[in-house]
């Protein structure tokens, strides 16, 4: 070995005896991970740490003052709170729906009649739409001289005429009704994937048994579909919790009333409109809760599953 | 260019067990070196280690005299072929063949040369374009063989590299593969569980157990004289016939009891191997071809019983036990039987009692409790 | 079959008749105008707001892709130390809906000086969107053979070259499902852009066409029109790469 080489090389080398292997290939694993761990304890993980926190405080966004325990107690007074909870709670209603039509749609898609891709692209056309469009779509659709009262006029009902959006009773039925449209593209792609896995045999065999097409659906359809309409389930809970933003945005700004607000939507009149950036913070947090709850029967009923 | 040497290298797991033991190993270079033993005994990672892919937990590892404990895969200058291939999906054949010699930073028409040569002694020019995935078991074997030689490094590395193939591509590949480790004259390291390519393929061959090397040696020494009973069952097939037994003085010369009958050992026996005192218990060896079935009578005759006789068109092997039939375990079963290995024509069948003789210099001897060999001068 | 289809279509018709009616013909319920596409630039600044979309889209994209791919490959086969721990806290994000966290982002977001341009809006988009990608990348990567990363290793690639010559190429399907999912759900966002974009001028087309339905004083077959055009890129994208989008959404469960 030459002089020059060791001087050329010592320190790469002392390097190299340093840092075994192993250690060489954590250290790269590491480093390739923290962007993604920076970002996302950045600007998801912090925020919650400072939404716990701002919960018990009087905060405006530049100036927070402790208030403790009593701003939780006050939250909880507020009826606000209360008749959005009860919203989300009566929006819940729509999940079955929004599950129930795209399985049969799916099992339709499924008996793969002519021309079923077309339907297929078509009935998933929807899901690239944003539901601000879709709100607005929604809107004409229910309003007085919208496509509602049409149909029930063709119908020969020519006196009844509806304004669903118009009246605190019926306006959060339209909401629902509105969700269920907006989770049908999706709900159905899950359903069909689910149903393409499905061993054909399976069927077969079943129907040489003897059984009757309920029968075939009940015993082996819906089972071997338990996991998709799970996945199905927690995806529909969570966009009615936290994706519902832009239809009340656009169809009815919360109202009638508070008739429309959810809990998401109460989040942002609170912080924004308001002000009360504290109570928003804690109005946030239940919300958070409400969707981990929902997480963690997720990861129950796939534990119980395995 | 250069040689390996392992030098008490082990790797441990975690808390468990060594899964290579003190292992001390040296190639030379261009020497064919056969890594060979039951599952899990530690081949590959053995081989891991020394590409680099798996720490080395104690011990020392060296490629052409330097120390690479602790050097990078890509500062070793070897080359691996994997058990499932691992080409590039995204590669054309190539593409694989050139990419180490890319990354090196060779000049495209110097990659394009080589990967040609190498293309040609592997006969694969015709698909130099395709992608891994429109070729056959045989060509993607090729190819990965291919990637290792375009760089011609200091050595090659192979984990099983035919045992994805159909029986007759594995013959084929088996001594093409051979013939381009004698072409290029490259250390090489083949990790195989298959004794064929073990016996046809290497200069050398080192067999393991439970991480601890048992012998290196050449095939036919590890045939003829395996270290121990380990050895001795592992390479062969069927399997060297190990009977435990008894040595008792004769009147002049050393007899082995085996059941209740026995066997003769000449005069001078006890020169060339280190047999224990006399009523010591040891395993006797003996390959079925040395189980010679003949007519005679007189000493060192042994009668026993044909339990079933299997035709395998070239020769046959015929299953012979002594002693009371019924054996209680088959532990028991296997020590009162064993296997002959003869010619195709059988001329007798399941329950004749034949004789059946072993001369004296095919008989190996194991201590029954080491299982370590008899004959002197160890190995 | 038919009546579904007619059903799923409704939004279109709506759209596209609405559209082509002038704000009196759309009052008094028939005839067919041209008018409305004519003033849709004047109401709506729609080219502005289309490049506002792309420009947020595209960024936000580049660094989810640019954080998760190597995030996914490190936690499918570079395992450090807690890797799992943090994969699952990371995974977990992904259940974290923004309105919860929604006060304090945006108030740190706006410390950060961000919500003037498109840069704030971008950085919540690319959190929000790390914790799928790095979810989908993993689960795709520990698809791949180990043996692919350690032949290129033992051909001389340091880690980041096994993930930018090897890892990248092969998870050229998965780079295109993240790329689509997020691509629909940024562009078809609102609450993000509402609020983390101050600049009026700078507004994606999605938010724009919201405050203004929401302000109740723009002619509806002129929100029409621009909603059609909002919705085209989406569903060009969609339609182009829809098996990208069915394989993302079923990760993980239908293998
Ligand atoms: N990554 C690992 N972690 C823990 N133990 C391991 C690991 N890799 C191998 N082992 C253990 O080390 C021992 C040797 O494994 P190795 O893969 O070297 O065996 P092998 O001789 O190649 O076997 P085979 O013929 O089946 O390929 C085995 O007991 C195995 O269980
Ligand atoms: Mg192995």
Known sequence: MSVVTINGTTPIHRRGRRLSLRRRRQVAGFLFALPAIALVVGFIGVPIGQAVYYSFTEWNGLTSTWIGASAWTQAFHNSNLWTALQNNALLLLAVPFALGLPLLIAMLLHQRVVGWRIFRSIYFLPTAISWVVLGLVAERFFAYHGTLNSLIHAVGLTHVSTNMLGYEST?????????????????????????????????????????????????????????????????????????????????TGGGPGYATTTMEFLIYQTGFDQGAFGTAALYGLILFVLTAIVGVVQLRLIGSEE | MADIDFDGVTKVYGDGPPAVDRLSLHIDDGEFMVLVGPSGCGKTTALRMLAGLEEISSGTLRIGGAVVNNTLPKDRDVAMVFQNYALYPHMSVAQNMGFALKIRGESKREIARKVEDAARILRLTEYLERRPKALSGGQRQRVAMGRAIVRSPQAFLMDE??????????????????????????????????????????????????????????????????????????????PMNLVPCQLRPGRSRVEVVVADQSIELPLGYADTHSLPEAGADVVLGVRPEDVLIADATGANVLKVRVERVEALGSEALVHLAWGEGGASSSRDARSRSFIAKVGPRVTFAPGDVVSVQVSPEHIHFFDAGTGISLRAGGR | MVLIAVIMLYPFWVMIGTSLKSEAQFLSGGGFSWLSWKNLTATIPVGQEVLSSTIVCTASILIILAVGLPAGFAFAKLRFRASTVVFLVIVSAMMVPLQAILMPEFVNVTKLGLTGG??????????????????????????????LIEAGIVDGLGYFGALWRLVVPIAIPAIATVTVLQFIQIWDDLLVGLLFIQNTSERPITVGLAVLAAGRTTSIPELMAGSLVSALPAMVVYLVFQRYLVKGLTMGIDR
């Open chain 2, 161 to 238: 590299p035919l045992s994805n193939l159909d029986a007759k591509l594995r013959v084929e590949m088996r001594s093409e593969i051979a013939r381009i480790q004698r072409l290029l004259s490259v250390a090489t390291v083949y990790v195989t569980h298959d004794q064929v390519e073990a016996m046809t393929m290497g200069d050398r061959v080192a067999v393991l157990r439970d991480g601890q090397l048992q012998q290196v040696a050449t095939p036919q020494d590890i045939y003829d004289r395996p270290a121990n009973e380990f050895v001795a069952g592992f390479m062969g097939s069927p």
């Open chain 1, 171 to 251: 306006a959060l039925s339209a909401l629902g009704i509105t969700f269920v449209f907006t989770m049908i593209g999706t709900n159905t792609m899950l359903f069909l994937t689910g149903l393409a896995t499905l061993d054909p045999s399976l069927e077969e065999a079943a129907r040489i048994d003897g059984a009757g097409r309920w029968r075939i659906f009940r015993s082996i359809t819906l089972p071997h579909l338990s996991r998709f309409i799970q996945l199905a389930f927690v995806m529909t809970v969570i966009a009615l919790f936290s994706a519902l933003f832009s239809l009340i945005f656009v169809m």
């Open chain 3, 118 to 147: 498109y840069l704030g809006a971008i950085v919540v988009y690319a959190a929000l969107g790390t914790p799928f990608s790095v979810f989908l990348f993993a689960t795709y990567f520990r698809g791949v053979p180990d043996e």
